[in-house]
């Protein structure tokens, strides 16, 4: 544990005190001809909660799908625990490399289809990649899926199949089944945005009590009204962009007008 | 000559005969069906690959779903022994002639299931850590066997029918047994109804079998080989809903190997 703290520090390049868990520098990624994010620069610190918004096609999605490597970046550092995962900055030679499959076991994400395995019942949905990645028998991942399921108040539902599941359920099951593999970050993609209204609710509150853990997070959301409440980083992203950036009370203080237009528009 | 005239009593007489030709058949297609569903299988995973290797899934299911049964199963009985002196019996020939055909037929079925596969569940494989493989085999796959099976039923249908062609190689199947009894009786239209009866009835059992898997892999399951299983199933989960409710799992009880 020391080593890990010293060795963090030794890698990490930020001045100020802890190193981030992770870092974007000069992040560019496009499809086919055409650039979604030029020159992303992000820090997330262990245990903050950092909220990306803006309007659609702003590149929010694919900064927080780079950071698990679900869209690889072109160019650019993606820096998690200290070790780099993508292709590097050209300052920055010999540094630790590591494999996107180890990555995606320290880093959990939850989508806006869910995307529940639907031919699984909700506790093997969890108890699935338990198997998978780390190898426990059934049994075993069985009972650490219904630990995970009873942690979003679900535990009832543990042997229903996601179709007898509502939306807001199913989202709930699926981030037990990101945590359940005890993540260092979980990131959220618009994990709300395909709910009807009424559900939104409950997985909001079960977003809130992971936060409440201390779980360093990562959303991207349209919910403004949550966005205030957790974020301790608020990142507002245009065309590809980070326009603009800041801490709690971002949404009264931001400065530049793109954020404010922005922010007049939708609240 | 009327209706009656006709000697209806040969259809019963006969019938050994006439249903042991259908197990003939039957064998002949289930052991194609079994070949042809693990070959359609590798050639739908072909299809997938890099493309020197897509090309040769691409051109044997064309070639293959074009190709006559009856043309096939020549070929094979004679024209396989005629360059490579290979002779196969008759029940082998008409496996191997029925398995190279069905075999581009299923890589189309499950080509097209697995791209009904939402690609997003494939993601949340990656995301959650697993290989490719793992989420090939327990994620992709049982969802496309699930899509697949209406139609692998009905190719089924198809393939217990074509086997009728096989009377050209001498196979004692349904039509080669009513062939020889025309030959004696001089009854063809009593006993080719008899043969078609025979063809309509196994396809109906087909159908009614295939309904009882499908229902078994729906989820939530149907029928009463899916509720059977559930009912396993929500056993032994209870259990340990029960135990996780009562206290006795907590975060400590299972650690995550590191």
Not at chain 1, 121 to 133: F, W
Request: some cysteine; glycine content about 8%; overall charge positive.
């Amino acid at each position: 544990m020391r080593m890990n703290q010293i060795m963090e520090e030794a890698q990490g390049s930020s001045g100020g005190g802890q190193a981030p868990i992770v870092q974007l520098r000069g992040i560019n990624k496009s499809f086919d001809k055409n650039q979604v994010l030029f020159d992303i620069d992000l820090d997330v610190q262990r245990g903050q909660h950092v909220v990306i918004f803006g309007p659609s096609g702003s590149g929010k999605s694919t900064v927080l799908r780079s950071i698990n490597l679900l869209a690889k970046p072109d160019s650019g550092s993606l820096k998690v625990g200290g070790i780099e995962y993508g292709p590097g900055l050209p300052s920055e030679v010999g540094v630790t490399r590591g494999a996107g499959l180890a990555l995606r076991r320290k880093v959990g994400m939850v989508f806006q289809q869910f995307n529940l395995f639907p031919h699984l019942c909700a506790l093997d949905n969890v108890a699935l990649p338990l198997r998978k990645v780390h190898h426990l028998s059934k049994q075993q991942a069985r009972e650490k899926a219904a630990i995970a399921l009873r942690r979003v108040g679900l535990i009832d539902r543990a042997a229903h199949y996601p179709a007898e599941l509502s939306g807001g359920q199913q989202q709930r099951v699926a981030i037990a089944r990101a945590l359940a593999l005890d993540p260092e970050v979980m990131l959220f993609d618009e994990p709300t945005s395909a709910l009807d209204p009424e559900l939104v609710g409950e997985v909001l509150k079960t977003i809130r009590e992971v936060a409440e853990t201390g779980m360093t997070m990562v959303v991207v959301t349209h919910e403004l009204g949550f966005a205030k409440e957790v974020g301790d980083l608020n990142v507002f992203m245009e065309d590809g962009r980070i326009v603009e950036s800041g801490p709690r009370g971002f949404y009264e203080n931001c400065t530049s007008d793109r954020a404010k237009e922005f922010l007049k528009a939708v609240m | 000559m009327a209706f009656f005239d006709y000697d209806w009593s040969l259809i019963w007489d006969n019938r050994e005969a006439l249903i042991n030709g259908l197990w003939t058949a039957l064998s002949v297609a289930i052991v194609a069906l079994v070949i042809s569903v693990v070959g359609g299988l590798g050639l739908a995973v072909l299809r997938t690959a890099p493309k020197p290797f897509s090309w040769i899934a691409l051109v044997y299911t064309n070639i293959f779903r074009g190709v006559p049964a009856l043309v096939s199963v020549i070929w094979v009985y004679f024209g396989v022994a005629l360059l490579l002196g290979i002779r196969f019996t008759v029940f082998q020939a008409g496996v191997i002639a029925l398995s190279l055909l069905y075999s581009a037929f299923f890589a189309e079925i499950f080509r097209s299931a697995l791209a009904a596969v939402p690609f997003g569940h494939t993601e949340a494989g990656w995301a959650l850590g697993m290989r490719s493989p793992q989420i090939f085999l327990s994620v992709n796959l049982p969802q496309a066997v699930k899509i697949a099976l209406p139609n692998i039923g009905s190719m089924f249908i198809g393939m217990v029918k074509d086997t009728s062609t096989f009377t050209v190689i001498g196979l004692l199947e349904v039509v080669r047994v009513t062939q020889n009894l025309v030959a004696t009786t001089f009854q063809p239209f009593v006993l080719y109804t008899a043969a078609a009866i025979i063809y309509v009835i196994a396809a109906f059992a087909i159908d009614l079998i295939f309904r009882l898997i499908e229902g078994a892999y729906v989820r939530p399951p149907l029928g009463i080989v899916g509720r059977l299983l559930r009912a396993r199933q929500r056993q032994l989960i209870h259990r340990i809903i029960d135990r996780t409710k009562a206290g006795s799992l907590t975060t400590e009880s299972v650690r995550l190997p590191n």
